[in-house]
T-cell receptor, first 116, second 115 residues
Framework: DTAVSQTPKYLVTQMGNDKSIKCEQN?????MYWYKQDSKKFLKIMFS???????INETVPNRFSPKSPDKAHLNLHINSLELGDSAVYFC???????????????FGSGTQLSVL | DQQVKQNSPSLSVQEGRISILNCDYT??????FLWYKKYPAEGPTFLIS?????DKNEDGRFTVFLNKSAKHLSLHIVPSQPGDSAVYFC??????????????FGRGTQLTVWP
């Protein structure tokens, strides 16, 4: 009964291929995210969806396309994979609040993407 | 242009002693700060947070201190235990902006607690 689960855990693929990473949360949260951890270990936000609506879209190549079929799912599709896309991709979720404190993010265990 | 910096990539502490992890930020609009802990092959998990209206928040063995004028925060773990060995990420956000869930992370500090 993992709270935020993403699949696959490891993904090894050739340059130019198209791949997808799936994410599901069972916490009842209304907001989901994709974060990328690059080789320098920085965790950076890529996208966020609130109730299936795109809220944050960072400067990410349009080869990356998130899809949120419902509040509990946020998938990441990547076209024409490049060597520089190799990284760990983390899905996360949170519940929007209106108080002075910000949302705590709950992360999945990550997908290690290796592009050869 | 990293807005959150953790300048120590690693820290080694003996069990029972205090661990102090440091974090600096550059954006004066940040008003909420969090610490996450990450074990290998797992995602980051929330540890403790602090709002900019406070200068200290304590939760068991973990205390976070915030110095707004210095744009600096620190996480104290007392006493340190071997199970605390993990990577600790500092994160910051603007609560009042339209930056829902946009956390800015540091690079992390690997804490090793030895017996």
């Amino acid at each position: 009964d993992t709270a935020v689960s993403q699949t696959p855990k490891y993904l090894v693929t050739q340059m130019g291929n198209d791949k997808s990473i799936k994410c599901e949360q069972n916490l009842g949260h209304d907001t989901m995210y994709w974060y990328k951890q690059d080789s320098k270990k920085f965790l950076k936000i890529m996208f966020s969806y609130n109730n299936k609506e795109l809220i944050i879209n960072e400067t990410v190549p349009n080869r990356f396309s998130p899809k949120s079929p419902d509040k509990a799912h946020l998938n990441l599709h990547i076209n024409s994979l490049e060597l520089g896309d190799s990284a760990v991709y983390f899905c996360a979720s949170s519940q929007t609040r209106t108080s002075a404190t910000n949302e705590k993010l709950f992360f999945g265990s990550g997908t290690q993407l290796s592009v050869l | 242009d990293q807005q959150v910096k953790q300048n120590s990539p690693s820290l080694s502490v003996q069990e029972g002693r205090i661990s102090i992890l440091n974090c600096d930020y550059t954006n004066s609009m940040f008003d909420y700060f969090l610490w996450y802990k990450k074990y290998p092959a797992e995602g980051p998990t929330f540890l403790i947070s602090i709002s900019s209206i406070k200068d200290k928040n304590e939760d068991g063995r973990f205390t976070v201190f915030l110095n707004k004028s210095a744009k600096h925060l620190s996480l104290h773990i007392v006493p340190s235990q071997p199970g605390d060995s993990a990577v600790y990420f500092c994160a910051a956000s603007e609560v009042r902006g339209s930056t829902l869930g946009r956390l800015y992370f540091g690079r992390g500090t690997q804490l090793t607690v030895w017996p």
